[in-house]
């Protein structure tokens, strides 16, 4: 029952079936659209840790063309976010597969989280990891 200013439960109910379906069709439509993308390979960055390779596999919109790309990878550590620019790695038919290090910036032991994105410009188009790799260094524990 509804008194006109509150949903009902069957008016609550179907408003969030309507808000889920657009959400999906909202996202399949995007990244349909979007066309490219820039991801770490799951089964090496669930691992991850300082200095470990992790391949980046790029795929450019349809109809942009580029020989080679542009890469960024940028670092946010417990103390401050870094910028490195890569080599850049050959793209052939749109497409690329390349290591990228994760690069641990400091000589010294520096306890916390460790986030990397990349990000990739090639044929005029930017593209950027949608999730980052993170691993955590933790503090130092002495036992005696």
Do not use: I
């Not at 990000?119 to 593209?127: K, N, P, S």
């Amino acid at each position: 029952m509804s008194d006109g200013t509150r949903l009902g439960r069957r008016g609550f109910l179907g408003t969030g079936l309507v808000a889920v379906a657009g959400l999906g069709l909202g996202a399949t439509l995007g990244s349909c659209g979007r066309g490219g993308a820039l991801s770490w390979r799951a089964d090496e960055a669930e691992g991850a840790f300082p200095d470990r390779e992790v391949h980046l596999d790029l795929r450019l919109p349809a109809g942009v063309e580029a020989s080679a790309a542009g890469v960024a990878l940028t670092v946010r550590t417990p103390r401050e976010v870094l910028r490195f620019e890569l080599p850049a790695p050959e793209v052939s038919g749109g497409r690329a597969s390349f290591p990228v290090r994760l690069v641990y910036p400091y000589d010294d032991y520096v306890a916390g989280d460790y986030e990397y994105v990349a990000e990739v410009v090639a044929g005029g188009t930017r593209l950027t990891t949608e999730r980052p790799v993170v691993y955590r260094v933790r503090p130092m524990a002495w036992f005696s």
